[in-house]
């Protein structure tokens, strides 16, 4: 099966001490129903386990979900993480992100943001564009 073949891999994960998945579990089971391979790394990962996770799962993508105010500075790190790595894997974020930072995380990476409320729809085609 070459790549073109195969699901769309994405790793969803949690990072630093923000302890709640509930949405990341959704959107997990969104992009699952949606065909795509999911890795749930689940809470309170590091920018370090979520490069290793994304080179050992050969991910297309991975998502983030942020609660706790702590987006600005490390979704930019996730995305320089990978790129230290030599990876070139889009980073989506999702959760608690105020409009005006969205911008801010555009510039410094981040493919796409994803607020509370978004649609199945809205998941999934931030994930396959």
Same mark, same amino acid.
């Given at each position: 099966?070459?790549?073109?073949?195969?699901?769309?891999?994405?790793?969803?994960?949690?990072?630093?001490?923000?302890?709640?998945?509930?949405?990341?579990?959704?959107?997990?089971?969104?992009?699952?129903?949606?065909?795509?391979?999911?890795?749930?790394?689940?809470?309170?990962?590091?920018?370090?386990?979520?490069? =290793?996770?994304?080179?050992?799962?050969?991910?297309?993508?991975?998502?983030?979900?942020?609660?706790? %105010?702590?987006?600005? +500075?490390?979704?930019?790190? &996730?995305?320089?993480?990978?790129?230290?790595?030599?990876?070139?894997? +889009? &980073? &989506?974020?999702? %959760?608690? &992100?105020?409009?005006?930072?969205? +911008?801010?995380?555009?510039?410094?990476?981040?493919? =796409?943001?994803?607020?509370?409320?978004?649609?199945?729809?809205?998941?999934?085609?931030?994930?396959?564009?």
């Amino acid at each position: 099966m070459t790549s073109a073949e195969r699901p769309l891999r994405v790793l969803v994960a949690k990072v630093g001490l923000d302890g709640h998945d509930r949405g990341l579990r959704i959107v997990a089971r969104i992009l699952r129903d949606a065909g795509c391979e999911v890795i749930y790394a689940g809470l309170r990962q590091s920018t370090d386990s979520i490069t =290793a996770t994304s080179i050992e799962e050969d991910v297309d993508l991975v998502g983030v979900s942020m609660h706790n %105010g702590a987006h600005l +500075p490390l979704a930019p790190a &996730v995305v320089d993480a990978l790129r230290a790595a030599g990876l070139d894997t +889009p &980073v &989506v974020v999702g %959760g608690i &992100v105020p409009p005006a930072d969205i +911008p801010l995380l555009l510039a410094a990476g981040v493919a =796409a943001v994803l607020g509370p409320g978004a649609s199945n729809e809205e998941v999934v085609t931030a994930v396959r564009t």
